[in-house]
């Protein structure tokens, strides 16, 4: 089953404390992204990989962090966590080919709670 | 830069009206998607429909609906004979297309309520 995979899906920390969130797809996607959803915002893109190795910022990405080491996972890790960065995140994957060209395929969501 | 507007923040209607949840977008691409995601109360994201900027013809599917009119830029999303288990948070999306990179542009969503 095409699927993205996200974890954990419920996180509680605290202020400082690293935390990662994985993502994985098996779709063989070769863009990926992140989002936070905020209450009145909307979704919002953290960021973005066009391909193993090459990352770039959205328009959220201060105090975040990414990388893309292999084509189907994208961690998204958070070195120091503070109360603001509380938001349901999401992962996306995205075809570039075929019959779901461009449409994106996200994850369950993850919500962290930052005390 | 691309903005989406979901002007209507919450929407309540009783099971069996027609509803209509309304979206207008800004652009410079010629080429770009829309989209429209159902959130349910449990949270995922449900993936709705995608209509690319050169496609203006309206898709129906069972109770839904979506017009595209590119003179007013608005890609509305109705729901015939409302049912509660549509109750959800509904979100248009915009694409656009940054070489072989795409990005996801959201409106901030309507909460349609749907009561009996």
């Known amino acids: 089953e095409a699927q993205v995979t996200q974890n954990p899906r419920y996180l509680i920390t605290v202020t400082g404390k690293k935390l990662t969130v994985t993502c994985s797809q098996n779709m063989n996607h070769e863009y990926m992204s992140w989002y936070r959803q905020d209450p009145g915002l909307g979704l919002r893109q953290i960021y973005y990989?066009?391909?193993?190795?090459?990352?770039d910022k959205g328009d959220v990405p201060e105090g975040y962090k990414v990388s893309r080491k292999e084509k189907r996972n994208f961690p998204l890790i958070l070195e120091s966590p503070s109360p603001n960065q509380t938001s349901l995140y999401f992962c996306?994957?995205?075809?570039?080919?075929?019959?779901?060209?461009?449409?994106?395929?996200f994850g369950p969501g993850t919500r962290l709670t930052v005390l | 830069a691309q903005k989406v507007t979901q002007a209507q923040t919450e929407i309540s209607v009783v099971e069996k009206e027609d509803v209509t949840l309304d979206c207008v977008y800004e652009t410079r691409d010629t080429t770009y998607y829309l989209f429209w995601y159902k959130q349910p109360p449990s949270g995922e994201l449900v993936f709705l429909i995608r209509?690319?900027?050169?496609?203006?013809q309206n898709e129906i599917s069972g109770r839904y609906s979506w017009n595209f009119q590119k003179s007013t830029s608005s890609f509305n999303f109705t729901i015939t004979a409302s049912q509660v288990v549509d109750s959800a948070v509904y979100f248009c999306a915009l694409s656009e297309q940054t070489g072989t990179a795409s990005k996801l542009t959201f409106g901030t969503g309507t909460r349609l309520q749907v009561t009996l």
């Open positions: 209509r690319n900027s050169f496609d203006e």
């Open positions: 996306a994957s995205t075809d570039s080919s075929g019959e779901s060209y461009n449409e994106q395929f």
């Open positions: 990989s066009m391909n193993v190795e090459v990352t």
